[in-house]
């Protein structure tokens, strides 16, 4: 259980300056270490720090107000390896405070970084998309909508990113909600809303910027980076009013980023598409996308005598194969309906397996010369989308 912070008498900054305290006060098991800043956002900001006690790293996120008090709240309300925990939260010193496990960075510069390294590939960005649709299918059926996914709000730790959780809850809300909040370029239509027409929108928007995510990462490039936030909602509106008249050969496009377009791998453009339909109903739920990607990523499951099981693990199958041992009394069960594993078969499941292996290891290669530029030939409504 978290624990309540309370008031102590270690010693107070007295270097506040315009943009927030230089120092801020801190309970006496942390301690400030002096590395930079990890982040500065609109109303916190996020220092590394030293749980005395534990001996290890957290970090710490400050607020001047009350703004992280909601923000604790909705953490405290979850408990998965998907989402970032809160470890304490609480009144402190005068600000409001949230003590949170550290980790290494956020996907908006690992994804760039690891491109750049020829590090990423449709292998760790699967990955990536399995364990967040996992975290926001946990999060949804609490009825939570987070309402700011994107690279930056997504943390990572383990040796190469691959252990991701979803973070920056300050935007979360159980649904249904009103209000227009959020990132410009990862918001879905129906929070922008229809001019004086603002209806309830629901869990639909997190996977809605989960695709502008993921178009983020495939490309390097924020979705409409070269427009302006009015014109982007412009778009989602010109969208809304297209699907509205639901006319045939005239499908909504016009709130897909121009970027889709250098979006060329035939996994992603359906998915993207899908996730991006104006109409949030039609969306994939965040349940579906895990089982998805978890199957992509999923070895072939092999079902074997256990004689023949010692005979496939002196030769290393189990790293390529899930290995099942199956006994001669479950497979008289007249209920079994295993297919056991020929030598034959097992040749072709390993050599399938690679392929689809090497076709994920293929690494992701950002251009930026292929950014298109904003209201250009490249960048108009069903040109944008290439659909
Ligand atoms: N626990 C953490 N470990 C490492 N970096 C963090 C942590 N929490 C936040 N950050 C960094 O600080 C940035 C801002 O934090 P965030 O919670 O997203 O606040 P904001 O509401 O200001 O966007 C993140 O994008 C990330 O780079
Ligand atoms: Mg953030």
Request: aromatic share 6%; proline share 9%; net charge neutral.
């Amino acid at each position: 259980m978290p624990r309540q912070l309370v008031e102590c008498s270690q010693r107070q900054d007295s270097g506040d300056d315009e943009a927030g305290p230089a120092y801020p006060p801190i309970p006496p098991e942390y301690a400030m270490v002096p590395d930079p800043i990890l982040g500065r956002g609109g109303y916190k900001i996020v220092y590394p720090c030293v749980d005395k006690n534990a001996c290890c790293m957290v970090s710490i996120n400050v607020c001047a107000d009350q703004h992280l008090i909601t923000e604790a709240k909705t953490m405290k309300m979850f408990d998965h390896p998907k989402i970032l925990p809160v470890i304490v939260a609480g009144w402190h010193g005068g600000r409001f405070v949230i003590v949170a496990p550290l980790m290494k960075g956020d996907l908006h510069d690992k994804a760039l970084s690891m491109a750049q390294h020829g590090r990423l590939n449709n292998f760790v960005v699967f990955g990536w998309v399995r364990d967040i649709a996992r975290g926001l299918e946990y999060m949804h059926k609490k009825k939570i909508v987070h309402r700011d996914i994107k690279p930056s709000n997504i943390l990572w730790h383990g040796d190469d990113g691959q252990d991701v959780k979803i973070a920056d809850l300050g935007l979360s809300k159980r649904g249904p909600c009103t209000e227009n909040v959020g990132t410009p370029s990862y918001k879905a239509p129906e929070i922008v809303g229809l001019k004086g027409q603002r209806s309830a929108y629901g869990t639909p928007v997190d996977i809605f910027a989960l695709a502008m995510m993921i178009i983020y990462i495939l490309t390097g490039t924020n979705p409409f980076k070269n427009y302006e936030d009015e014109q982007i909602k412009q778009k989602m509106r010109q969208a809304l009013r297209t699907a509205r008249r639901g006319e045939p050969g005239d499908p909504a496009t016009s709130h897909i980023p121009p970027e889709f377009r250098m979006v060329t791998d035939p996994m992603w453009r359906p998915l993207l598409l899908q996730c991006l339909t104006v109409d949030p109903a039609a969306r994939p739920s965040a349940g579906q996308l895990y089982e998805q990607f978890s199957e992509a990523l999923a070895p072939p499951t092999i079902y074997v005598h256990p004689h023949m099981a010692a005979e496939l693990r002196r030769l290393g199958i189990e790293q390529e194969a899930d290995l099942q041992e199956v006994d001669e009394d479950f497979l008289r069960d007249p209920r079994c309906r295993l297919d056991l594993v020929s030598k034959q078969k097992l040749r072709r499941m390993k050599s399938e397996w690679e392929a689809r292996k090497t076709a994920l290891l293929k690494p992701i290669v950002h251009d930026p010369a292929q950014i298109p530029a904003a209201g250009g030939a490249a960048a108009g409504g069903a040109a944008a989308g290439g659909v």
